[in-house]
Structures are given as C-alpha cells and as structure tokens.
C-alpha cells in the first residue's frame, strides 16, 4: 500500500493573500469615508458662517443708517431674527468703551465712537466692530 502525502498547507498563503488585501482596502475606503465626513461638516459650517456673518453686516449697516438718521419719522426697528434664522445684536458705546443703552439713544447717539454687532447662526458666530465713528454729520 502506498503512502498518500496530503498536503494541508496548500492554499494558506493565497488565504492570506486575500486577507491582507481586503485589511487594505476596508482601511483606505475607512479613511476616505472619514475624509468625506470631514468636508461635509465644514460645507455646513461655511454655510453657518456665511449666514452670521450677512447678519452681523446686517447691524451694522443699521446702526450706521441709525446714526446718520436721527429724526425717529426715519427711524428703523433694530433687527434681532432676520428671515434666513440668524440672530443679530447691535451695542454702540462712547469713547470710554460704556455701553450706550436704547434709553439713551442706543446708536444714534451723539456721544457713539463704537459700534459692535454680533450675527449668530446655529453654532457660528462672528462680530464685525466699527471704531470712530465720531464725527459723523447727519445729512452728508
């Protein structure tokens, strides 16, 4: 009777061949897919900044128009929730950085050197400062 030699290894490196080659491709497509959710997340981040920063344009272009017109018949309402759902707060303050309240005139008092506004839109918020704004002559 003769011997029958089996061979148990035969295949084992094609195994781990395969193996090894599908460890590199599930790594590659892991990084790819986190790089993808990377990208995502900073579109909508942009989109959120884009949106405070429009609202924070938003203030200031009112407390300037607030300032040049003082008469309350051109008066505006101060914004605070614009149509796109960001948030805007406008602060004026005099030369020594104190605040100036609405009941003292807010921005269109004479006595406003600064005009800060915030726009806020989900998680993003910017702040755009507007510095001497003293002397300012209404009508010119």
């Not at 918020?125 to 002397?135: G, Y």
């Amino acid at each position: 009777m003769a011997h029958v030699k089996v061979r148990t290894r035969e295949g084992q490196v094609m195994m781990l061949s395969i193996l090894a080659l599908g460890g590199i491709f599930l790594a590659a497509t892991t990084v790819a897919g986190m790089l993808m959710v990377a990208q995502i997340r900073q579109s909508a981040d942009f989109q959120s900044s884009t949106r405070a920063i429009a609202a924070a344009d938003t203030g200031i272009e009112w407390a300037l128009y607030s300032r040049t017109h003082p008469d309350p018949n051109d008066a505006l309402p101060m914004p605070s929730l614009l149509s796109n759902g960001a948030t805007v707060d406008v602060r004026c303050f005099n030369e020594l950085q104190q605040e100036i309240l609405e009941s003292d005139g807010g921005c269109s008092n004479a006595s406003t050197t600064i005009i800060q506004s915030s726009g806020t839109f989900l998680d993003a918020s910017r702040i755009f400062q507007v510095q001497d704004v003293n002397p300012f002559i209404p009508g010119f």
